[in-house]
């Protein structure tokens, strides 16, 4: 193995789904820090999670290049000491207004720091277009519309003001 699989991170002992996308993003923070502790009692490098606890939190994983047989058998070994972790909420009105409130809040503080952004959609409509898998007005589609947010990066962006 030259590279390592590609659903590397998707535990192989999913539970069922959140019921929240706060609950959700707990775990998934609180398994990733798990697996950074586990990999590094195994003898890897830390593993960087990112934003642990916000929507966009993600993990870069580290010194797999030596290793990546030990290293993917490692990861499975780690997911499945933490147990079983609750797959992403099904989406529900609910969810998809809570996605709506955190895109206005970073919204709101992107003008705030001077940028220009496009009206957002109302939250009924916000709603709507993800209730049929075809989300519009993200905060995401928006800064690559801008050509100084756009330069910056989403990963700028996000972390100025979280969504």
């Not at 409130?101 to 709507?128: H, I, N, T, W």
């Not at 075809?134 to 989403?154: M, Q, V, W």
């Amino acid at each position: 193995m030259t590279e390592l699989p590609h659903d590397i991170l998707i535990p192989k002992n999913e539970g069922a789904p959140a019921t929240t996308e706060a609950e959700y993003i707990k775990v998934k923070s609180e398994r990733y820090l798990f697996l950074d502790e586990c990999l590094q009692d195994k003898g890897w490098p830390e593993q960087i999670v990112h934003d642990a606890f916000r929507s966009k939190v993600s993990v870069t994983l580290q010194g797999w290049e030596s290793d990546p047989t030990r290293f993917a058998s490692d990861v499975e070994t780690c997911y499945e000491a933490y147990g079983p972790s609750p797959a992403p909420p099904a989406l529900t009105r609910d969810i998809a207004a809570e996605g709506w409130e955190r895109q206005m809040k970073a919204r709101d503080c992107l003008k705030e720091k001077g940028f220009s952004l496009p009206d957002p959609p109302s939250r009924e409509a916000y709603v709507d277009a993800h209730m049929r898998g075809e989300p519009t007005g993200t905060i995401e589609l928006d800064i690559r519309k801008n050509e100084e947010l756009s330069s910056l990066g989403s990963a700028w962006a996000y972390e100025q003001c979280p969504w």
